[in-house]
């Protein structure tokens, strides 16, 4: 191979990788040719307590419309996670956690030590009063209580909701409300970058506009101060001085669900996103140990937080599935320097790390030294996920950080998915920066275009999947009909992804980006149509509609254009004042970069905004602007382009 932009298989990686490219050749085809067959043996990899005798049974069909795994089959997840390894491996290391201040010391627990917090944890739930089937909010900082509290819902039958740690209390209110969570667990406060997160005064103020709310868990992480409400609120470490170590895990359907996780949409509040039990710890399991050719003892890092779903499935249930050591840190990747990742790395001696291309521009903005004064020789594989990685960042990451000797794998996937779908297997795939690569074992990926037509060879067009996989989300928690509305009536009969996406002639696909109303900040998916709910909350402003704009750090920003009402001025302190609000609304990562007073928006004469006009502007490429003259007032364009915020 000549071709410079392609970085081929290491001769090492094809000869000792678990998979190389004829098995993966191999298992691919034969996982779509006989799927029955294929995930009936992969299944195996689970402890059943019933094993299942049927695999998937799903139709994408309106009239059909049903998506089961394993249906037949009984686990606990829980148990998988942890109690089947403590013969072979409890006192080896599962959790090793990474203090956000480096001064301090790590934490580690053997999966011994596991298997008595985290039963001690099910039985504090238990106490509590939570039940199978109960939904349990998760609130939480970076601390191992986080993966505790994760383990210990899944032991016991509960549902899961993982809230992240940055959003609002409103933001956290609205997701307890809509799964009628009757516990949260929380701590005093989080820390990040030094920083203190009010985590349990956010509970605070969510709990009155939660009917459903009984009690709050409370873990005590910084000791800092907070009000207890008697009745309501108890402190973890008075209930777990009251419970036994020992709680036995509760049988589970294959189906019945595991967690509910919200993500954005581009219409309408965020969506529980709903896993089930059987199907999801498969796809986290298989796809952690043969992505990141994952081998027993070595120091394996996901640098996501739990409250994503990149942490469920790789901090928590597929590394721990696999009997891995998985690190767990409670900080941010630049402080206290932008050396921080690789000390990590070094002081604990990182084989695989994955992390986001946000985290590495960011990095990469601070110069190579931050790197070069760093060992980094534990590395062996390097991860990507969240967002297309630019070239010059996937090279920075390949020569720089791995200097030129770790593969890396560049993995799409989607809360709705569970787990990988396109990625390189590091043995198998040639890489080229930029690209995801390959499909993984049963995922058949199709690009169609805008009226469905499948398109063949080298194309670019919408990305669809046309079959199910186990790790397939299953509802919309509470909205069924939005389920299917959402991903499998805009091309019938398959699922769509809401991406667009290229095929180049070597079958390799590159994700180019969501093709729907959902802008990817820093990795995380932000609705347009939630920031605008947000701003036109505020009482001075009428109408607002929200667009991506390109940020060399975060990927893309939070473009705002604010129509105000009559009498009001625009100025810079409201500037400050509305982006300030919706960050209090909603979070920090909602935080619009750039906000554009606009006495007009260019709506259509049905009253429909052209966001296609509007996201030319954010992007500053006002010569194509296109086909104004369906506007109901076209003027409005001019004055758009004249005063936009650079
Ligand atoms: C969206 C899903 C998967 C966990 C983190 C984000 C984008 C994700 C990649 C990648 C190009 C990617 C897609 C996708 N995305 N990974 N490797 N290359 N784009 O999960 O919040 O559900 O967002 O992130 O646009 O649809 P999410």
């Known amino acids: 191979m000549t071709d410079a932009s392609i970085y081929p298989v290491p001769a090492e990686w094809k000869t000792k990788a678990k998979v190389d490219a004829a098995r993966y050749a191999q298992l691919h085809g034969r996982s779509l040719a006989d799927p029955g067959g294929f995930w009936l043996e992969q299944a195996r990899r689970l402890d059943w307590i019933k094993r ?173 101060g907070v009000d207890m409400e008697p009745g309501r609120d108890a402190w973890y470490h008075d209930l777990a001085g009251m419970v036994a170590d020992e709680c036995p895990p509760e049988p589970m359907g294959a189906e019945d669900p595991l967690f509910i996780l919200y993500t954005s949409g581009s219409t309408g509040k965020p969506k529980g996103v709903l896993h089930t039990s059987g199907g999801y710890l498969l796809w986290a399991s298989l796809t952690h140990e043969i992505v990141f050719d994952y081998r027993p003892g070595q120091i394996y890092w996901c640098a996501a937080d739990i409250g994503w779903v990149t942490g469920h499935s790789y901090i928590v249930y597929g590394p721990l599935a696999n009997g891995a050591t998985t690190l767990m840190y409670e900080g941010v990747p630049n402080w206290p320097s932008a050396s921080r990742i690789w000390e990590v790395v070094d002081r604990h001696q990182v084989e695989i790390l994955y992390t986001a291309p946000t985290a590495l521009r960011a990095l990469m903005k601070e110069g190579d030294d931050f790197v070069a004064k760093t060992s980094r020789k534990s590395l062996k594989l390097l991860g990507t996920v969240g967002e297309p990685i630019n070239p010059e960042a996937w090279r920075w990451y390949h020569e720089v950080v791995g200097e030129g000797r770790c593969p890396i794998v560049d993995t799409w996937w989607q809360t709705e998915t569970g787990g990988a779908m396109i990625t390189p297997l590091p043995g198998a795939v040639d890489l080229k920066p930029g690209s995801a690569t390959k499909p993984f074992f049963g995922i058949e990926p199709q690009l169609v275009d805008g009226e469905g037509h499948l398109l063949s060879g080298a194309t670019e067009g919408n990305l669809v999947i046309a079959r199910s996989w186990p790790g397939q989300m299953r509802t919309v928690w509470g909205d069924h009909a939005r389920f299917f509305q959402t991903y499998f009536s805009t091309y019938p009969g398959k699922y769509f992804t809401g991406d667009g996406c290229r095929r180049d002639e070597d079958g390799y696909y590159w994700i180019t980006g969501r093709v729907d109303d959902v802008i990817n900040v820093s990795g995380h998916r932000m609705g347009t149509a939630e920031v605008e709910s947000a701003l036109v909350l505020h009482g001075k402003v009428a109408e607002a509609a929200v667009v991506g704009m390109p940020h060399d750090i975060k990927g893309q920003g939070i473009y705002a254009y604010v129509t105000l009402n009559a009498n009001c001025e625009a100025s810079e302190d409201l500037r400050s004042e509305l982006k300030q609000w919706v960050r209090t609304e909603i979070g920090p990562i909602a935080t619009p970069d750039a906000i554009q007073f606009a006495p007009g928006l260019p709506k259509t004469r049905s009253g429909k905004i052209m966001r296609r006009i509007l996201r030319k502007i954010a992007e500053g490429d006002v010569s194509s602007l296109g086909d104004t003259s369906t506007l109901a007032d076209p003027s409005v364009v001019d004055d758009l382009v004249a005063n936009r915020v650079a």
């Open 52 to 224: 299942p005798e049927i695999a998937g049974d799903w139709s994408f069909d309106e009239k059909d419309f049903h998506i089961n795994w394993f249906a037949d089959g009984k686990l606990n997840v829980a148990a998988n996670c942890i109690d089947r390894h403590l013969a072979t491996r409890g006192d080896q290391t599962a959790i090793i956690w990474e203090p956000d201040d480096p001064a301090e010391q790590p934490r580690r627990y053997t999966y011994a030590q596991l298997h008595k917090e985290v039963c001690r944890f099910a039985n504090v739930l238990k106490a509590a009063g939570a039940k199978k089937g109960d939904r349990v909010t998760i609130y939480m900082p970076m601390i191992p209580e986080a993966a505790f509290a994760l383990l210990a819902c899944a032991r016991i039958g509960a549902i899961h909701s993982v809230v992240f740690g940055g959003f609002s209390p409103d933001a956290l209110a609205g997701r307890i409300q809509d799964c009628d969570s009757t516990i949260v667990v929380t701590a005093d406060e989080g820390r990040r970058g030094g920083k203190k997160v009010p985590l349990k005064a956010n509970v605070d103020q969510a709990a009155p506009l939660c009917p459903s709310l009984e009690k709050v868990v409370v873990v005590r992480a910084t000791g800092g």
